[in-house]
């Protein structure tokens, strides 16, 4: 009647059918007998909330949790301290064989994990549930569950961004970074030499895969957004050399460069140390024919042949757009409007739109 094909549940051991099946680590389970499987305390109950989906839930020694057990029982840190022999059910030929073989070693909890349901993070694989944040307050773990875009690492341990600031690791690895020889290593023959530093985490980054930026290396999953919210939120938002900004060594993005006010932060800094004169000319200036500026966008040098001036400030063509954050369409000093309030500029149309041209 219902096509047949069913499993048994891994809770009530009846049949299964695939309509009512929720499949969490390979195994089957009723929708209704997907439940917290967490003690609470009292002699003999458990938690038993009942769970929306597998992401929603956590497992540890074949048994599942809702996030609050998990996170309350520290099976995070269990999981991470327990050490898998070889033999193990997980990391057997027969299992291995049914998915195609070619599994590696989990980074966290050492069991064999497949190609289709690996994160590869920093040249090493991991179950997406080991794939969490692994800083502790009060001897709990945060164990939030990271996308690779939001993962940070410091000392061979994964943080999500927002535990990397608040932890101080940044601050860590920039002392490490300082105490580290900038000679070349024995990895770095094996590509061919060439690699430098990641400005961010002090690892080599090879030229394959470098992110160029004001003179400095990156890995792409570095190059991101440093601002921090009120709340103590990490933008963390991956950037590209042309969308990016730098202030004290730290990187923004154009939407944080603006609401976090590091344009103004910056031009006090232009300005603090020449005594109201403006900016002064670099000795290299000369190779030029001199009289380079700095761009007031990007705060490179702009030379006269790429120069465009308006309401006397300078700017490279590429960087003389619509502040608009959706817009950012190219202008020329005919078509641009000058909003003096908030020192901003805008194309004709979003100008308008804003109701700028009312103030």
Not at 1 to 28: D, H, Q, R, V, W
Not at 268 to 277: A, D, H, I, N
């Amino acid at each position: 009647m219902l096509g047949g094909g069913g499993n048994k549940c891994t809770i009530c051991t009846k049949t299964c059918y695939p309509a009512e099946t929720i499949s969490f680590e390979k195994k089957p389970y009723h929708v209704d007998c997907f439940r917290c499987q967490g003690e609470t305390g009292e002699e003999g109950k458990t938690c038993n909330k009942k769970m929306e989906g597998p992401s929603k839930a956590s497992a540890y020694d074949d048994k599942i949790y809702c996030k609050q057990c998990f996170q309350k029982g520290g099976f995070a840190q269990k999981q991470r301290n327990v050490k898998w022999t070889k033999g193990a059910s997980s990391g057997s030929a027969s299992t291995s064989s049914k998915f195609g073989g070619g599994g590696t070693k989990c980074k966290v909890c050492d069991k064999t994990v497949f190609q289709a349901e690996a994160v590869s993070y920093e040249k090493q694989s991991y179950h997406a549930e080991c794939f969490t944040c692994t800083h502790e307050t009060d001897g709990v773990a945060c164990a939030r569950k990271m996308k690779v875009s939001d993962a940070k690492i410091f000392d061979e341990k994964l943080y999500c961004s927002k535990c990397f600031e608040s932890g101080g690791y940044r601050s860590k690895q920039a002392k490490v970074k300082k105490t580290t020889s900038t000679t070349s290593n024995a990895l770095s023959s094996r590509f061919g030499g060439g690699g430098t530093k990641c400005e961010v985490c002090a690892k080599t980054v090879y030229a394959a895969e470098t992110v160029a930026y004001e003179k400095k290396a990156y890995h792409p999953q570095c190059f991101t957004c440093t601002h921090v919210t009120e709340a103590g939120v990490t933008c963390a938002k991956k950037l590209t050399p042309s969308g990016a900004k730098i202030l004290e060594a730290k990187l923004y993005c154009d939407k944080c460069w603006e609401s976090g006010g590091y344009r103004q932060k910056q031009s006090k800094l232009r300005t603090g140390g020449s005594g109201g004169g403006g900016a002064t000319t670099d000795s290299r200036f000369s190779k030029f024919g001199g009289g380079g500026n700095k761009c007031e966008r990007c705060d490179k040098t702009v030379y006269p042949a790429e120069t465009i001036q308006y309401e006397k400030k300078f700017f490279h063509q590429a960087c003389f757009t619509c502040e608009e954050e959706t817009c950012q369409k190219k202008l020329t000093p005919s078509s641009a409007e000058y909003n003096k309030k908030n020192d901003s500029i805008h194309c004709k149309a979003c100008f308008q739109a804003k109701g700028l041209h009312l103030a």
